[in-house]
């Protein structure tokens, strides 16, 4: 098991800046690929961006590109997701995920894949 959980979310407007953590423990937290989600209200859950267990290589959805930055620290156990110019649409729960299988040499993007979750945290951008 891997047990994860997010920290970091909140209220910003539209141009802001937010930073999310994910503290894992559990299972060797540097043999998994990690993953950020995010469900809106009334919609599906889907993918941000993740990165590799090696930190190599990451992988963004095109509505995030040039404005998050994922990284990781495996020292730490740690994931984090630099939110920049964030705007109301990006208003979601924001979740990370552990790939369900390690040490993969690329990333996955179905939400099926992943088999470990943290409770999620709010982020709300006004206009």
């Known amino acids: 098991q891997v047990q994860l959980v997010e920290s970091g979310g909140g209220l910003v407007q539209a141009g802001g800046s937010l930073r999310l953590s994910c503290a894992a423990s559990?299972?060797?937290?540097?043999?998994?690929?990690m993953g950020w989600f995010r469900q809106a209200p009334g919609k599906e859950r889907e993918f941000v961006t993740a990165i590799t267990w090696s930190g190599d290589t990451t992988r963004y959805a095109d509505f995030v590109k040039g404005r998050f930055t994922i990284s990781r620290d495996n020292a730490k156990n740690t994931v984090s997701l630099q939110m920049n110019s964030l705007k109301p649409e990006d208003t979601a729960v924001y979740y990370c995920?552990?790939?369900?299988?390690?040490?993969?040499?690329?990333?996955?993007?179905?939400?099926?894949?992943?088999?470990?979750w943290g409770q999620g945290t709010q982020v709300t951008v006004s206009s």
């Open positions: 559990g299972r060797t937290f540097s043999n998994y690929a």
């Open positions: 995920a552990a790939d369900s299988l390690t040490r993969l040499p690329f990333l996955r993007t179905e939400v099926a894949r992943y088999a470990y």
